[in-house]
């Protein structure tokens, strides 16, 4: 039986709401902050998480995190000495400024220090590589496969964690090898479901392969998005919606109430780096185990089973870091496919097993219907020629349009040969 196989019989729909109740800590009535000045008011899922007695124990220091996107401005006062060297993947100037303002709003809410006003990251101690690919202009872009070369630069860099705010149709055959390296490297890999929820329900790569990590959005309230797209290439949940961002690449100001699984992705990789931190022996494994088994789920959730809409919950770091819950188990075996996964680093050797809830092949009850699309993201581009299409686009929270504000999409024709 293949990864991908272990993964589709795992999926199995248990939660025909996408409600996690309170979340466990706290989210109901904990509505966004109105005003638009003061961005930490707005980021509302801080004082849910209780970041404050996170923070006392672990900041997410020592571990990297490579935000592949669309550049990151190390420059911003909240990224100023959070940001290294990384990588142009689109070979176009050799930089990795940002030229839209969605790398640097990720980087910001994995790394960011909140200094001059700017956005608080989860994981303050964390450092960034950015790795740039190419966004909506492709006319930025030399390289055509500047996303698989962003994802095997990252694997061969020092970064522990690597997020993908972005998605696209269609899969390649080096897209795939890359991610296999990237495992093979003892990464952990988390990308966005998309924001098609609503609108087609499309499933997207590479959140669609078995290695990486797909993250849905919720609310202050611990629902999901209607924009979050859902099936099973959802593994785990995370704030995304009513989050600020950088406007645009003028990084003149903030814009504040939007929706996206983008930023949701950007909050489960930084509750990773805190995990991580905190155990630093650990294996990728290890810590995407404790995410699954500490994440919030509502009373009425069963034991061992999954949702297509929020995977095995939603994050809570400071579930495990403040009370322990979850077990890491076997640093070898991967909870996504529950298979030996070659090349996953060193880790405790006497981890106690995996719960049932974190093992478990799925529930009985049939799977959640998906679209299958049949045409590229509404709004995209495509580029005529050798190699892959490619065409990122910025989509909004409700819908797949060119707007300001959402998620990054990536529209890839799949190859022929």
């Given at each position: 039986?293949?990864?991908?196989?272990?993964?589709?019989?795992?999926?199995r729909?248990?939660?025909?709401?996408?409600?996690?109740?309170a979340?466990?800590?706290?989210?109901?009535?904990?509505?966004?902050?109105?005003?638009?000045?003061?961005i930490?008011a707005?980021?509302?899922?801080l004082?849910?998480?209780?970041?404050?007695?996170?923070?006392?124990?672990?900041?997410?220091?020592?571990?990297?995190?490579?935000?592949?996107?669309?550049?990151?401005?190390?420059?911003?006062?909240?990224?100023?000495?959070?940001?290294?060297?990384?990588?142009?993947?689109?070979?176009?100037?050799?930089?990795?400024?940002?030229y839209?303002g969605?790398?640097t709003?990720?980087?910001?809410?994995?790394?960011g220090?909140?200094?001059?006003?700017?956005?608080?990251?989860?994981?303050?101690?964390?450092?960034?590589?950015?790795?740039?690919?190419?966004?909506?202009?492709?006319?930025?872009?030399?390289n055509?496969?500047?996303?698989?070369d962003?994802?095997?630069?990252?694997?061969?860099?020092?970064?522990?964690?690597?997020?993908?705010?972005?998605?696209?149709?269609?899969?390649?055959?080096?897209?795939?090898?890359?991610?296999?390296?990237?495992?093979?490297?003892?990464?952990?890999?988390f990308?966005?479901v998309?924001?098609?929820?609503?609108?087609?329900?499309?499933?997207?790569?590479?959140?669609?392969?078995?290695?990486?990590?797909?993250?849905?959005?919720?609310?202050?309230?611990?629902?999901?998005?209607?924009?979050?797209?859902?099936?099973?290439m959802v593994?785990?949940?995370?704030?995304g919606?009513?989050?600020?961002?950088?406007?645009?690449?003028?990084?003149?100001?903030?814009?504040?109430?939007?929706?996206?699984?983008?930023?949701?992705?950007?909050?489960?990789?930084?509750?990773?780096?805190?995990?991580?931190?905190?155990?630093?022996d650990?294996t990728a494994?290890?810590?995407?185990?404790?995410?699954?088994?500490?994440?919030g789920?509502?009373?009425?959730?069963?034991?061992?089973?999954?949702?297509?809409?929020?995977?095995?919950?939603?994050?809570?770091?400071?579930?495990?870091?403040?009370?322990?819950?979850?077990?890491?188990?076997?640093?070898?075996?991967?909870?996504?496919?529950n298979?030996?996964?070659?090349?996953?680093?060193?880790?405790?050797?006497?981890?106690?097993?995996?719960s049932?809830?974190?093992?478990?092949?799925?529930?009985?009850?049939?799977?959640?219907?998906?679209?299958?699309?049949?045409?590229?993201?509404?709004?995209?581009?495509?580029?005529?020629g050798?190699?892959?299409?490619?065409?990122?686009?910025?989509?909004?929270?409700?819908?797949?349009?060119?707007?300001?504000g959402?998620?990054?999409?990536?529209?890839?024709?799949?190859?022929t040969?």
């Amino acid at each position: 039986m293949t990864a991908g196989t272990t993964r589709r019989l795992r999926r199995r729909v248990t939660c025909a709401v996408a409600l996690v109740g309170a979340w466990a800590i706290g989210f109901v009535g904990l509505a966004p902050a109105a005003s638009a000045e003061d961005i930490r008011a707005q980021q509302w899922y801080l004082d849910a998480m209780h970041v404050d007695k996170i923070w006392q124990k672990t900041k997410g220091e020592g571990v990297k995190v490579a935000v592949i996107d669309s550049g990151v401005n190390a420059s911003t006062p909240s990224l100023k000495g959070q940001v290294l060297k990384g990588l142009d993947a689109t070979k176009m100037d050799g930089k990795t400024d940002d030229y839209s303002g969605h790398g640097t709003t990720m980087a910001e809410l994995i790394a960011g220090t909140g200094r001059g006003g700017g956005l608080q990251g989860l994981a303050p101690a964390t450092k960034i590589i950015p790795f740039r690919i190419a966004g909506d202009d492709i006319s930025r872009r030399k390289n055509n496969w500047d996303v698989e070369d962003a994802i095997r630069a990252a694997a061969d860099s020092d970064a522990k964690i690597i997020n993908m705010s972005f998605g696209g149709i269609g899969k390649t055959d080096r897209m795939m090898e890359a991610v296999k390296y990237a495992q093979s490297k003892g990464k952990l890999m988390f990308a966005s479901v998309g924001n098609t929820g609503d609108k087609g329900n499309v499933r997207q790569y590479p959140v669609g392969l078995p290695e990486v990590v797909g993250v849905a959005a919720t609310d202050s309230e611990g629902r999901v998005g209607k924009y979050s797209t859902h099936g099973p290439m959802v593994d785990i949940a995370a704030p995304g919606s009513d989050i600020p961002k950088w406007c645009d690449a003028t990084f003149t100001r903030y814009c504040d109430g939007v929706n996206g699984t983008s930023a949701a992705t950007a909050i489960a990789s930084a509750t990773a780096a805190l995990i991580w931190s905190y155990h630093p022996d650990w294996t990728a494994n290890q810590v995407l185990r404790v995410m699954f088994e500490s994440a919030g789920r509502s009373e009425g959730w069963k034991p061992g089973t999954t949702s297509s809409y929020l995977g095995h919950g939603i994050v809570r770091p400071g579930a495990h870091i403040n009370r322990g819950l979850g077990k890491p188990g076997d640093p070898d075996i991967n909870p996504l496919t529950n298979e030996n996964s070659a090349g996953s680093g060193a880790g405790s050797s006497a981890s106690p097993a995996a719960s049932p809830a974190a093992s478990a092949p799925g529930s009985s009850q049939a799977p959640q219907a998906e679209a299958t699309p049949a045409k590229a993201v509404a709004g995209s581009s495509e580029e005529a020629g050798g190699g892959s299409s490619l065409g990122l686009i910025l989509g909004g929270a409700a819908a797949v349009v060119v707007v300001a504000g959402g998620a990054f999409y990536l529209a890839r024709k799949r190859r022929t040969t």
